[in-house]
């Protein structure tokens, strides 16, 4: 016979139960329900008003033969050019941010603050910045260089390296505070071992520091491409309409689109589960390639 648990044991599990109870039914009525119930609606035509009306896999065929989708698509790879970029700044700065030098504290703080800033105050002060006529962008470039800036929120040709500069600028410093943990946990032994052999500052760059840094540049990857398939904010504010010709509108900007302003719910519930199977399969791939080129050790 299963001998039963003394009572304080059992009163001690009950509190644990609910304890746990409710961050769990939070997960699931705000995380799982609305979860299963957008899959059901991305099979549906549904405004908001009437009842939900069951059209099958329609609105999955519309969405392979939408050229919006396809223009937000490649608007949202596109700025992930800023990733690369990102990753070689912040791993420049954190060489320079790893030096014992006076006030280095106060000088990662500084390079870390647009990473807590809120977006949405980020990219109001970025539309200032951008303005054609009396943003500091352009007042800069006319004042110390004499050259006449584009219209870089106005203009189809400009508006994607704008949110891309944007998005460096506001993610640098989080990259750099990852790489400066990878710099000092790297053995200043590898560094004396190859001065030994007669190695330069950028043979030991490229031959210890960025090989030991592997695991840190593949989660940086990893987390920025799931970013940039799921950025919105700064596209809402600096390009509330989609941009000149819909050039600066991103998957979300777009599904928000059918949701709130089409009311298309149905719809964007379909190309939000297409936009979730993409950011599975290609990180999936970068997981999968990771085997080849990130050091473990």
């Known amino acids: 016979m299963k001998k039963r648990k003394p009572s304080y044991i059992r009163k001690e599990y009950a509190w644990a139960y609910l304890f746990v109870a409710a961050p769990v039914l939070g997960f ?3 995380g799982v329900a609305p979860l299963l119930y957008s899959v059901w609606l991305s099979f549906t035509s549904w405004d908001l008003v009437s009842p939900p009306e069951f059209v099958g ?8 033969k939408d050229e919006k989708v396809y223009k937000s698509l490649y608007n949202t790879v596109f700025m992930m050019i800023g990733i690369p970029i990102g990753m070689i700044i912040a791993l420049l700065l954190a060489i320079m941010m790893n030096r014992p030098i006076k006030g280095i504290s ?3 703080t500084i390079y870390y603050l ?3 800033s809120p977006i949405i105050a980020v990219s109001l002060l970025w539309q200032w910045i951008l303005n054609q006529d009396f943003g500091l962008l352009n007042q800069t470039l006319w004042n110390w260089f004499g050259i006449q800036g584009p219209n870089w929120l106005g203009s189809a040709e400009w508006i994607k390296p704008s949110m891309i500069l944007m998005g460096v ?4 410093g989080g990259t750099m505070v990852l790489y400066l943990a ?3 946990s790297i053995s200043s032994t590898y560094y004396e071992a190859a001065e030994v052999d007669g190695a330069n500052a950028f043979q030991k760059l490229w031959l210890i520091t ?7 540049h593949f989660f940086v990857i990893v987390m920025g491409v799931i970013g940039a398939f799921q950025s919105f904010s700064q596209i809402y504010v600096l390009a509330g309409d989609g941009g000149p010709e819909y050039s600066a509108a991103t998957v979300v900007f777009y599904i928000f689109e059918n949701a709130f302003k089409y009311f298309n719910m149905g719809y964007a519930s ?3 589960w297409v936009l979730g199977l993409i950011i599975f399969i290609v990180t999936l791939i970068q997981f999968r390639l990771s085997k080849r080129w990130v050091y473990n050790d």
């Not at 600028?169 to 640098?172: I, S």
């Not at 960025?210 to 840190?216: A, D, K, R, S, V």
């Open 114 to 116: 647009p990473v807590i």
């Open 169 to 172: 600028w506001g993610g640098v």
């Open 210 to 216: 960025i090989p030991l840094l592997t695991n840190i």
């Open 182 to 184: 990878g710099l000092q």
């Open 270 to 272: 379909a190309i939000a």
């Open 57 to 64: 896999l329609d609105n999955y065929v519309e969405a392979f």
């Open 28 to 30: 699931v009525i705000f």
């Open 106 to 108: 106060f000088l990662r």
